[in-house]
């Protein structure tokens, strides 16, 4: 979407806060011994109660309101009564609609005493994100985008994933252009000001590849290696992007 109305802006902002709310719901109860399939009830609930729809629930046949992918699982983990153990990472990634607009947006939660190593990997995908950002901008290219992630990812000694990427959003859940975690400077489409994009670092303790497992959702590190993944939907502007879930 390429929101120039501020109608659509506003709708873009209020279903950003209801993402949020629904991460930092699920922040707060994650502990040692709930299963996954418990946070994602906490995640719908909180969508919900703002008079929204959580949209992956029966998206493509996906079961439930969030994807939720413990350590070596990348994305798209189905919820289940697998218990959350002491030292584990756990993403959450929630989209939801309200009003016909769309936001999405991911974070890697720590699970009790975790390791020095996977404390780093969750806050390197944050700033891989950050990274990124700084070239939001409208005139420059996803490229520039791309790029400054896998950067700043492989520089500090991670692998950035290839197979899964960004994309636009806005009245649909994926929207182009397309925004990888990998690149080249000046390539791609030019952001425009305006344009939706949700922009989600997906990088691992190993190597960049995955693979699918039977379920035909859950993508796992091919190393078996922890991965974390990062996300927040924007809106481009001329100077800073404006970030609508935190």
Known sequence: MIATKEKDREGMRAAGKVVKAALDA?????????????IDAVVEEAIRSMGATPSSKGYQGFPNASCISVNDVVVHGIPSLTIVKDGDIVSVDVTAL??????????????????????ALIAAAEAAFYAGMEYARAGNRVGD????IQ???ELHGYGVVR???GHGIGRKMHESPEVPN???????????AGLCIAVEPMITRGGWRVYCERDGWTVRTSDRSN?????????????????LTL
Not at 145 to 148: E, N
Not at 182 to 192: A, E, N, R, Y
Request: hydrophobic content about 35%.
């Open 26 to 38: 699920a922040r707060e109860f994650i502990k040692p011994g709930i299963t996954t399939l418990e």
């Open 98 to 119: 309200l009003n016909g607009y769309q936001s999405d947006a991911a974070r890697t939660f720590a699970v009790g005493d975790v390791s020095d190593g996977n404390k």
């Open 145 to 148: 985008v791309s790029s400054a």
């Open 151 to 153: 950067l700043y990812s």
């Open 163 to 165: 197979a899964l990427t």
């Open 182 to 192: 990998f690149g080249s400077k000046h390539s791609g489409p030019t952001l425009k």
């Open 227 to 243: 991965a974390a993944h990062y996300e927040n939907t924007v809106i481009i502007g001329d100077g800073e992007p404006e970030i």
